[in-house]
């Protein structure tokens, strides 16, 4: 889970969907006051309505295709990557082994 501030915290599914959870403090193992599930099409939505261009179709579906993207460019190499394969998450590059940050196996 990713904690913004205050309590506030934020984990992607792997179908998509959004947690927004608020915890009593900014420990991730303290009570839940408040969560949230957000589907994929809501949480680009709200990505999109708080970007500088607003949550109008072409700007909505930036944001969609962005959070549903399933393969990431190596920066390193350019070669394209799944984000999972059969094992799971995909932490490094499979043509140069650079290894992508914030990725967990």
């Not at 947690?19 to 999109?48: F, G, H, M, Y």
Request: glycine share 6%; aromatic share 12%.
């Amino acid at each position: 889970m990713f904690h913004v501030k205050a309590g506030w915290f934020f984990d992607r599914f792997p179908n998509g969907s959004v947690a927004i959870v608020r915890r009593e403090t900014a420990n991730e193992n303290s009570k839940i006051v408040s969560e949230i599930i957000l589907s994929p099409n809501e949480w680009a939505s709200v990505v999109a309505s708080v970007s500088v261009h607003g949550d109008f179709m072409p700007y909505f579906q930036q944001a969609l295709d962005f959070h549903n993207v399933n393969t990431w460019t190596c920066p390193r190499c350019g070669h394209v990557n799944p984000v999972e394969d059969a094992d799971g998450y995909v932490n490094e590059c499979a043509n140069c082994h650079v290894p992508i940050l914030g990725t967990s196996v």
